[in-house]
């Protein structure tokens, strides 16, 4: 059993920057955030999958270019560098991670493909 420990969440204004961390207590493939506005239903944000050497990553369109998802392969830690927030990135960000190498927009967002999940962490944007 993997679990997954989130942190970097807060109250920021809009055009503002947040860092968000997700580490994990062991081995996963892909690791990928999730959010759910309030009365929202739940979207992908963004996702890495890495593998001997090999890196993919996705985005959803909503946050490409403002976005950016990296990892840390020695402490099982990716983070998701969030700028030029806006009011409607308001959520709560969830981080999920996966025993397998999920390849192509399809896959990666599917939550159902994902194992883990974290608890959660509030992200809020004020006009």
């Known amino acids: 059993q993997v679990q997954l420990i989130e942190s970097g969440g807060g109250l920021v204004q809009a055009g503002g920057s947040l860092r968000l961390s997700c580490a994990a207590s062991?081995?996963?493939?892909?690791m990928g955030w999730f959010r759910q506005g309030q009365g929202k239903e739940g979207e992908f944000v963004a996702a890495?999958?890495?593998?001997?050497?090999?890196?993919?990553?996705s985005y959803a369109d909503s946050v490409k270019g403002r976005f950016t998802i990296s990892r840390d392969n020695a402490k099982n830690t990716v983070f998701l560098q969030m700028n030029s927030l806006e009011p409607e990135d308001t959520a709560v960000y969830y981080c999920?991670?996966?025993?397998?190498?999920?390849?192509?927009?399809?896959?990666?967002?599917?939550?159902?493909?994902?194992?883990?999940w974290g608890q959660g962490t509030q992200v809020t944007v004020s006009s």
């Open positions: 999920a991670a996966s025993q397998l190498w999920l390849y192509g927009t399809t896959h990666i967002s599917n939550r159902d493909k994902y194992d883990y």
């Open positions: 062991g081995r996963t493939f892909t």
């Open positions: 890495v999958s890495w593998s001997a050497g090999n890196i993919y990553t």
